[in-house]
């Protein structure tokens, strides 16, 4: 296992399209979580899966945007009718949750990078 | 909501010179852990703390989870030009989801 992996690495879009991101995370790891990141900003929260569940959205996660991980394994997220706003780095990161509330560390991937035009 | 602040907000130094930077919220958090991120990747992790008082190295880093555990701190010794990055500290506490929260960086710059 090489890690947390993210496809595309980079993406531009016209305004109005939709995208999908892919992310494939550590094989042991039970939790995955999607990140934004704009310029100059620390990584902002999205949303988090335990297995197939999507457990939290933020308020950031707006109608246009939607996760899935459909068999608890990779995930998905998607952008319909992407603005000019959407445009950032969309990071992915996994963990291993123990049941008892403890997590191991949080692995990211190289991130995608969205522009839209 | 729960805020990390992180300090500085970026700093030079010379290159050999050791760096520190604190990471402080009002919040109680469970777990620290310490990225670097390189220009168009994703953050690394560096270390990870998981007890208040906890002081983990990790080659030329050591880093502490705060005794009240509402901060922690990273030193880099003898610092050297690939050490340049921005590092993030993020903490995670089952009071919000067990979801990483990050501070806003410290940008590292190192003068060779």
């Known amino acids: 296992d090489t890690g947390v992996s993210q496809n595309p690495r980079h993406k531009i879009t016209k305004r109005g399209q939709n995208v999908t991101f892919r992310c494939d995370p550590i094989?042991?790891?039970?939790?995955l979580y999607w990140y934004r990141q704009t310029l100059g900003q620390g990584p902002e929260f999205l949303t988090y899966f335990q297995n197939e569940a999507q457990l939290e959205k933020s308020r950031l996660l707006s109608d246009r945007f939607s996760a899935e991980r459909p068999k608890g394994s990779f995930s998905t997220l998607e952008i319909q009718r992407t603005e000019q706003g959407d445009s950032a780095m969309y990071l992915c990161?996994?963990?291993?949750?123990w049941g008892t509330g403890s997590n191991t560390e949080a692995f990211f991937g190289q991130g995608t990078r969205l522009t839209v035009v | 909501g729960q805020q990390l602040n992180q300090s500085p907000q970026s700093m030079f130094i010379q290159e050999g010179e050791d760096v520190s930077m604190n990471c402080t919220s009002s919040?109680?958090?469970?777990?620290w852990l310490w990225y670097k991120q390189d220009p168009g990747e994703g953050p690394v992790l560096l270390i990870a703390?998981?007890?208040?008082?906890e002081l983990t190295s990790n080659g030329r880093l050591t880093a502490q989870f705060g005794i009240t555990r509402k901060d922690s701190f990273l030193n880099i010794s003898a610092s050297i030009p690939s050490d340049v990055g921005i590092y993030f500290c993020a903490g995670l506490t089952k009071g919000y989801g067990n979801k990483l929260v990050f501070g806003a960086g410290t940008i590292l710059r190192v003068k060779s």
């Open positions: 919040s109680i958090f469970n777990t």
């Open positions: 703390l998981y007890k208040a008082g």
């Open positions: 990161a996994s963990s291993f949750e």
């Open positions: 094989s042991e790891h039970n939790r």
